[in-house]
C-alpha cells in the first residue's frame, strides 16, 4: 500500500469535502513578513491571504483584502508578530467577516513552523480544526500572492513613506487609506467600481471549534503539552503544534499503528521503536487555479 494512497484514505461512510468553484469570493490576509490567502463564499468556500509587513524596524502591519472584490477588510498597526497575538487577531476577523474555506499562506511564521512536522503551526493547525485549508504558495513565490502584493505596494507608498512619528498616527493613516481603497479608488478588473461595491461577506460563521470524534479508529489519545501521545507506558513523538489535541490511532498490522488528525493522516509507528514515520506532506506548497490577476 502506497504512503499516498494512505494519505489520502477515508474510511467508507466519511463523506468527502466538498469543493466549491474558485469563482467563490476570496480573502487574503496581510500581516507583518508573511502573506496567504483565506476564502470566503456564497457557497461554504473562500480563500484568503495573510501577510506582515513593515513600516519600521520596531513596527509591523497586517492587511486583509477579500480575493475578488480586492476590498481591504483590515489594516492594523502591530507591535508584534508573535504566534500568539495572532490568535487574538483571526478571532476577531472570524467573528466579524466569517470564516473562510481557505487559507493561503507564505512559508513563515506564525503560519507557519518550519521543524515542525509537515512544517505546520498551532496558528495553522487551529485553522484545521475550524475546517478552513491551508494552501502554501512555492517558497520565493510571492507572485501567486500578486494581487495582494500590488495593493500591499500601494500601502506603502501612501501609508508609511516615511513612517508616522508613532503608533497611533501610523493607525491613523492606515485606517485613511482603507476608506480611499475601498470607497474611492476604482479598479479596472471591476469595470471601474470600488471594492465595497463589490464585497459579499462570508456566509459561514464561527462558533468556536467542533469536537473532534474517530469512530473508524480504534481510540482517541490527547497530544500532551510536550506533542507526544502515551502508548501502552510509553511516549510517541508527534509534534508540539497539536498540544492539546485529540488524534484517533488505528491498528493496521500487528505492530503497525496509524496516527490521524481529524482527516489527515500523520505517519505510522510500531510498538517496539514507538517512533513516528510521517507520510507524504498533505500540506506542501500547493496552489489551486484563482481568477486571472
Request: charged share 25%; proline share 8%.
Amino acid at each position: 500500500m502506497s504512503s499516498t494512497s494512505l494519505c489520502q484514505r477515508r474510511p467508507p461512510g466519511r463523506r468527502a469535502p466538498v469543493v466549491c468553484p474558485f469563482s467563490a469570493t476570496f480573502i487574503r490576509i496581510n500581516l507583518t513578513g508573511t502573506s496567504f490567502a483565506v476564502g470566503h463564499a456564497t457557497a461554504p468556500s473562500k480563500r484568503e491571504r495573510p501577510r506582515y509587513g513593515s513600516s519600521r524596524r520596531s513596527d509591523a502591519y497586517r492587511t486583509l483584502t477579500d480575493f475578488a472584490s480586492r476590498y481591504l477588510l483590515r489594516c492594523e498597526a502591530l507591535s508584534t508578530t508573535q504566534e500568539r497575538y495572532a490568535f487574538t487577531v483571526f478571532d476577531q476577523v472570524f467573528k466579524e467577516f466569517g470564516l473562510p474555506a481557505a487559507i493561503r499562506t507564505d512559508n513563515g511564521v506564525p503560519f507557519a513552523s518550519p521543524n515542525a512536522l509537515f512544517g505546520l503551526s498551532r496558528l495553522s493547525v487551529w485553522w484545521l480544526r475550524l475546517g478552513i485549508q491551508i494552501e502554501r504558495i512555492k517558497p520565493g513565490h510571492p507572485e501567486q500572492n500578486g494581487r495582494h502584493e500590488r495593493m500591499h505596494l500601494t500601502l506603502k507608498t501612501e501609508a508609511t513613506k516615511p513612517a508616522a512619528p508613532n503608533f497611533l498616527q501610523q493607525q491613523a493613516r492606515f485606517d485613511a487609506f482603507l476608506a480611499r481603497f475601498n470607497h474611492e479608488r476604482p479598479h479596472q478588473a471591476l469595470g471601474m467600481r470600488v471594492p465595497g461595491e463589490c464585497y459579499t461577506p462570508s456566509t459561514r460563521p464561527y462558533r468556536g471549534l467542533p469536537d473532534l470524534t474517530y469512530p473508524f479508529h480504534d481510540w482517541t489519545a490527547v497530544i500532551t503539552h510536550c506533542g507526544r501521545l502515551c502508548f501502552d507506558r510509553r511516549k510517541v513523538n508527534v509534534s508540539q503544534v497539536f498540544a492539546g489535541q485529540q488524534v484517533g490511532v488505528r491498528q493496521v498490522t500487528d505492530r503497525i499503528w496509524l496516527v490521524s488528525f481529524m482527516d489527515y493522516d500523520l505517519g505510522y509507528f510500531d510498538d517496539e521503536t514507538c517512533r513516528l514515520e510521517p507520510i507524504e506532506n498533505p500540506f506542501g506548497p500547493k496552489v489551486l487555479p484563482m481568477s486571472p490577476e
